[in-house]
């Protein structure tokens, strides 16, 4: 993976790059200096950088601390090929990476670990692992591994949440996954260091993420089960990579050690030591301000503007790669087809209540108010992080509770004192979930169930910490009934192609939506006339219009990376294309500085 990025994969594009959230720029300001607001007391993302000032030399060695800002314990599932949460995410960027790295532009460059070439119909791809990669454990990463990581993930016992439609378009895949073919016909291992995969259909995501570049070591996971191996202490307890370091030790969802990989292909890190720890967003400013940590994975924005001054940092900032949403449940999924099952008598399946409940909420004020501008009002699914996609021009849901009112009024949900009906007469309760996390995650939730009851709708609110939050809306594809309304977050993938989030056959499309003009729309985007950009243009900005139509989820904020970052860190950045890795961190002096005041 490109190092030092600030979210890695997960689930789409790049098969690993779309995750499940808890809640580049030029410019910017210098070590404490934090940014100013503008008069309106708002800040603008535009106002930072990306990349960290050097200051001083790098000494030999050294070992820093980096904070994983979280309520909750990370899950653990420390293997790219069966992980789903952005937790684990943070601490799978350490020991490991994706064969492939991409450019600013989301395209896979040939400066990985592997390189490419794609044949003249665009089909079929060749591989080669460079010589000098190898596990931690001394074996050399061979084309085996990486065929080995398609058949887990293809086989039918697979439990994780990569399985859809990027590896259906493999040849072979389908009947191997069916159990009518032993080996998947369209992968073929040429030699130690070399693979070669074909694709049914060309489209224009294989060169921008829609290709697995994660292998599974065969000699370690080959005599295992493929149902038991996301439990296996090889991913829970010892897993194992060939990124720039390597796990020492692990204390279940607490904290990792990492100890330099002297043998890593890019060159010997100049840290010797990364020690990973859970801290909790309330304590985060504390523990930068001692130096207890040098670096984190996520600053909760709200509490940027009281430390905009720390002395012993710098801000960096980007435009981040996600957005957060409210999500309706429309289904169910099933686990023997691997698809969405609407179902048309779900609780939110009128599109006027979806609607409605869209229009009731303010997101312009919510940025202001909440986060400052650092996080404002998002329009579409497709985020501004890809600014040939996203439609600037949609409008998206602008805050008009009179409509609101207007359209319950005319679909039937009459007042019956304080709130509405349902059509029918009967009592409507609405059950949401939303995340615990930062100290306005409820309170930002709870300003959704008021402006809801504003238009007449009784709704419960639960705040869940992240990993059973996920589990009720359905990450391991058994969706709570009891649940009818979620706020959510994705970290978005390189690929802009919105299938594995959206599509009929992707499990993290928790809303449990699926139509056929959908279909027909998320296939145009990947067709060979696709290649065309415009049409492609044309073809998500109508998706985009469809969603909004539709409203299976409306985007509530997009969102700015604010990232503090110790003054004796060099050689860093967030963000994509930067060209620094993680071998290049290095530090100035032995110890944190530490905030004066």
Not at 2 to 11: K, S
Not at 359 to 367: E, F, I, P, R, W
Request: with cysteine; aromatic share 12%; net charge negative.
């Amino acid at each position: 993976m490109l190092a030092l990025t600030v979210v890695l994969a997960a689930c789409s594009s790049d098969k690993g790059n779309n995750t499940p959230s808890n809640g580049g720029s030029n410019g910017g300001n210098n070590g404490g200096e934090a940014t100013k607001p503008a008069e309106d007391g708002l800040y603008n993302i535009k106002d930072f950088k990306n990349v960290k000032t050097n200051e001083g030399e790098p000494i030999k060695g050294g070992s820093i601390t980096y904070g994983l800002v979280s309520d909750t314990p990370f899950e653990g599932i420390l293997n790219f090929n069966f992980y789903g949460g952005n937790p684990d995410s943070k601490v799978l960027q350490w020991f490991d990476e994706s064969l492939l790295t991409w450019d600013a532009n989301y395209v896979y460059t040939n400066d990985g670990a592997a390189t490419y070439e794609v044949s003249e119909d665009g089909r079929t791809f060749t591989f080669t692992i460079r010589d000098n990669v190898n596990w931690q454990d001394g074996k050399p990463v061979t084309a085996e591994d990486w065929e080995f990581a398609y058949e887990v993930i293809g086989h039918k016992d697979y439990n994780g949440p990569r399985y859809g439609q990027d590896f259906t378009n493999v040849e072979g895949m389908t009947e191997y996954h069916d159990g009518k073919a032993e080996k998947i016909s369209g992968i073929k291992v040429l030699s130690d260091k070399k693979l070669q995969i074909t694709f049914i259909k060309s489209n224009p995501s294989l060169l921008t993420g829609g290709i697995w570049n994660y292998p599974l070591a065969k000699h370690i996971f080959g005599n295992m089960e493929v149902a038991k191996m996301s439990a296996s202490k090889e991913v829970r307890e010892k897993p194992i990579g060939y990124g720039a370091f390597k796990v020492e030790s692990i204390v279940p969802g607490e904290s990792v050690v990492f100890v330099k990989n002297t043998d890593y292909w890019r060159g010997e890190p100049n840290l010797d030591k990364v020690t990973l720890k859970v801290i909790n967003p309330t304590t985060i400013v504390q523990q930068l301000e001692t130096g207890a940590v040098d670096l984190i994975s996520d600053f909760p924005i709200e509490q940027f503007p009281d430390n905009a001054k720390m002395s012993n940092v710098e801000y960096l900032g980007m435009i981040d790669r996600a957005y957060t949403y409210i999500g309706f449940k429309l289904g169910s999924w099933d686990k023997e087809k691997n698809a969405v099952v609407p179902n048309p008598n779900a609780k939110m399946a009128d599109v006027n209540l979806r609607k409605a409940m869209a229009l009731a909420v303010d997101n312009d004020q919510v940025g202001k108010r909440f986060y400052h501008g650092l996080r404002w009002n998002a329009t579409t699914l497709i985020p501004p992080s890809h600014p040939e996609f996203h439609d600037d021009s949609n409008p998206g849901f602008v805050y008009n509770p009179e409509e609101a009112n207007r359209i319950l009024d005319e679909a039937g949900y009459k007042k019956d004192g304080e709130f509405r009906t349902n059509p029918d007469g009967s009592e409507l309760v609405i059950n949401f979930i939303s995340m615990t996390g930062s100290d306005i995650a409820e309170p930002l939730s709870r300003y959704y169930v008021q402006s809801w009851a504003a238009i007449g709708l009784n709704v419960n609110l639960e705040m869940i910490e992240f990993n059973t939050f996920y589990d009720r809306v359905g990450s391991k594809g058994e969706d709570d009934p009891k649940v009818d309304v979620y706020q959510a977050a994705w970290n978005v993938g390189i690929d802009v192609n919105p299938q594995n989030l959206y599509g009929r056959e992707a499990l993290f499309n928790f809303s449990r939506y699926a139509s056929e003009k959908n279909d027909e729309l998320l296939t145009k985007g990947m067709s060979a006339e696709a290649f065309d950009l415009n049409v492609r243009k044309e073809t998500y900005n109508e998706w985009q219009q469809l969603m909004v139509e539709e409203v299976p989820v409306f985007p509530t904020l997009y969102r700015a990376a604010v990232v503090p970052v110790n003054k004796r860190i060099l050689n860093y950045a967030i963000g994509d294309g930067t060209n620094l890795y993680l071998n290049q961190l290095a530090v100035s002096q032995d110890k944190a500085f530490v905030a004066t005041k």
